[in-house]
C-alpha cells in the first residue's frame, strides 16, 4: 500500500532521544491532529471491518490509545497488555527482549476465551521484542492471532519479519529508514 505523505508529515522526529543515535517518532502530533488521529485508525481498521474480531489487544502504553479507538470501530472488545504489576487479577507474565536485557509484560488469564480472534496494536515496531511477547503471551491463552497492526515500522531493525516468521500477519501505514 501506498504511503499516506499526509499522515506521515504528522509524525515528529526527535533525534537522540531517549539517548544519542536513536530518531524518537513521537505519534503525539499525529494523536494531537484530528483528521490524522481518525485517520490513522480508519485504515488501522479497514481489512477487518466486517470480520468479526473478537478483542483487540493493545501494547502498554500508546497501543492502548490507538487499540481503543480501532476496538470501538470493529465493535470489538478490549484487552490491555501491561508492565508486570499493573494488572489486579490473576496474570500470564512473558519476558521479552529490550535493546538491554529483558522486561516482562502480563495480560490477565482470563482476558480472551479460547479460539477468539485477536488483533494486536501498538504504535510502532523496531525489533519486534515487545510484540512478539505479546504475541506468546495471546496464544499462551487460547487467542488466535489475526494480524499486528502498527502505525509505523522501523523495517531495517526487523520486527515486522520476525512476526511474519511467527505466522502473524503485519499491518503497517508508514515506514523510517534507520533506527
Ligand atoms: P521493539 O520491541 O524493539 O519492536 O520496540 C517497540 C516499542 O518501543 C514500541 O512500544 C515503541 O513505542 C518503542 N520504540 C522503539 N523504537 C522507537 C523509536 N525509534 N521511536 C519511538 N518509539 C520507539
Given at each position: 500500500m501506498a504511503e499516506d505523505e499526509?499522515?506521515?508529515?504528522?509524525?515528529?522526529t526527535i533525534p537522540d532521544y531517549p539517548k544519542p543515535g536513536i530518531m524518537f517518532r513521537?505519534?503525539?502530533?499525529l494523536l494531537g491532529d484530528a483528521r490524522a488521529f481518525r485517520r490513522a485508525v480508519d485504515l488501522l481498521v479497514q481489512p477487518y471491518a466486517g470480520g468479526k474480531i473478537d478483542q483487540v489487544a493493545g501494547i502498554e502504553a500508546?497501543?492502548?490509545?490507538?487499540?481503543?479507538?480501532?476496538?470501538?470501530?470493529?465493535?470489538?472488545?478490549f484487552v490491555?497488555?501491561?508492565k508486570k504489576g499493573k494488572l489486579?487479577?490473576?496474570?500470564v507474565r512473558m519476558a521479552y527482549?529490550?535493546?538491554?536485557g529483558t522486561d516482562e509484560m502480563e495480560i490477565h488469564v482470563d482476558a480472551i476465551r479460547p479460539g477468539e480472534k485477536v488483533i494486536l496494536i501498538d504504535d510502532l515496531i523496531a525489533t519486534g521484542g515487545t510484540a512478539e511477547g505479546a504475541v506468546k503471551l495471546?496464544?499462551?491463552i487460547g487467542a488466535e492471532v489475526v494480524a499486528a497492526?502498527?502505525?509505523?515500522?522501523?523495517?531495517d531493525l526487523g520486527g515486522a519479519d520476525k512476526l511474519r516468521a511467527m505466522g502473524v500477519p503485519v499491518r503497517t501505514l508508514m515506514a523510517f529508514g534507520g533506527h
Amino acid at each position: 500500500m501506498a504511503e499516506d505523505e499526509d499522515l506521515k508529515a504528522t509524525v515528529r522526529t526527535i533525534p537522540d532521544y531517549p539517548k544519542p543515535g536513536i530518531m524518537f517518532r513521537d505519534i503525539t502530533t499525529l494523536l494531537g491532529d484530528a483528521r490524522a488521529f481518525r485517520r490513522a485508525v480508519d485504515l488501522l481498521v479497514q481489512p477487518y471491518a466486517g470480520g468479526k474480531i473478537d478483542q483487540v489487544a493493545g501494547i502498554e502504553a500508546r497501543g492502548f490509545i490507538l487499540g481503543g479507538a480501532v476496538a470501538h470501530q470493529l465493535s470489538a472488545g478490549f484487552v490491555p497488555i501491561r508492565k508486570k504489576g499493573k494488572l489486579p487479577h490473576q496474570t500470564v507474565r512473558m519476558a521479552y527482549a529490550l535493546e538491554y536485557g529483558t522486561d516482562e509484560m502480563e495480560i490477565h488469564v482470563d482476558a480472551i476465551r479460547p479460539g477468539e480472534k485477536v488483533i494486536l496494536i501498538d504504535d510502532l515496531i523496531a525489533t519486534g521484542g515487545t510484540a512478539e511477547g505479546a504475541v506468546k503471551l495471546l496464544r499462551q491463552i487460547g487467542a488466535e492471532v489475526v494480524a499486528a497492526c502498527f502505525i509505523i515500522d522501523l523495517p531495517d531493525l526487523g520486527g515486522a519479519d520476525k512476526l511474519r516468521a511467527m505466522g502473524v500477519p503485519v499491518r503497517t501505514l508508514m515506514a523510517f529508514g534507520g533506527h
